[in-house]
Structures are given as structure tokens and as C-alpha cells.
Nanobody, 117 residues
Framework: QVQLVESGGGLVQAGGSLRLACAAS????????MGWSRQAPGKEREFVAT????????YYPDSVKGRFTISRDNAKNTVHLQMDSLKPDDTAVYFC??????????WGQGTQVTVSS
């Protein structure tokens, strides 16, 4: 089992920034690929960032590329999502995700991000 606890969500004006954090426990953190996804009301969940076990490889969809940055600290078992130039369309519940080598996925409880126009 992997436990994931997100923090850092909140209300921000358009153009502002937020930094989300996810603390992981229960497995060797460096064996987990990590990611962030989001789900807005009435929409499907979408991945917004992923990072490899070593941190050497990241992925972003076009919708957030250049504005979001994912990073991880394997010594502190944490992953962060730095979100800059936020837009009202970024409003959603953001979830931390961990994937084992066996491709089992775990999800956190989510943190709300609201961007006002």
C-alpha cells in the first residue's frame, strides 16, 4: 500500500502561482513513478504532469506545458507541482498519483485549486 497526502491547494487569482506538495509513505519512494492529475466538475480526470522514478524524465500535456513543473525529492519522499500563470480553466481538484513497477496505481484524496478571473 502507498499512502499519499496532498497539500498546498487554495484560491488564487488568474496569473498567480501555487505549489502543491504530496507526501508519500508505505513503499520505497524511489521505486514509484509519480504524477499529478486533475478533475474539474463535469469533466474527466486528466494527467497534468508525470515524473520518472529518478526524476530524470517528465511529461506535461500541452494544456499546462510551460506553466507547470513537477519535481521530486527522493530523500524526503515528496513530489511537488509548481503551477504558474494559472488560468480559471485550471480550477479543479488535483490528485497525486503513484505507480509501482507492477503498474498498480495509488491516489491521494485530492486538494482543491480555484483560480478566479
Amino acid at each position: 500500500q502507498v499512502q499519499l497526502v496532498e497539500s498546498g491547494g487554495g484560491l488564487v487569482q488568474a496569473g498567480g502561482s501555487l505549489r502543491l506538495a504530496c507526501a508519500a509513505s508505505g513503499r520505497t519512494f524511489s521505486n514509484l513513478a509519480m504524477g499529478w492529475s486533475r478533475q474539474a466538475p463535469g469533466k474527466e480526470r486528466e494527467f497534468v504532469a508525470t515524473i520518472s522514478r529518478s526524476g530524470g524524465s517528465t511529461y506535461y500535456p500541452d494544456s499546462v506545458k510551460g506553466r507547470f513543473t513537477i519535481s521530486r525529492d527522493n530523500a524526503k519522499n515528496t513530489v511537488h507541482l509548481q503551477m504558474d500563470s494559472l488560468k480559471p480553466d485550471d480550477t479543479a481538484v488535483y490528485f497525486c498519483n503513484a505507480a509501482t513497477r507492477g503498474r498498480t496505481n495509488y491516489w491521494g484524496q485530492g486538494t482543491q485549486v480555484t483560480v478566479s478571473s
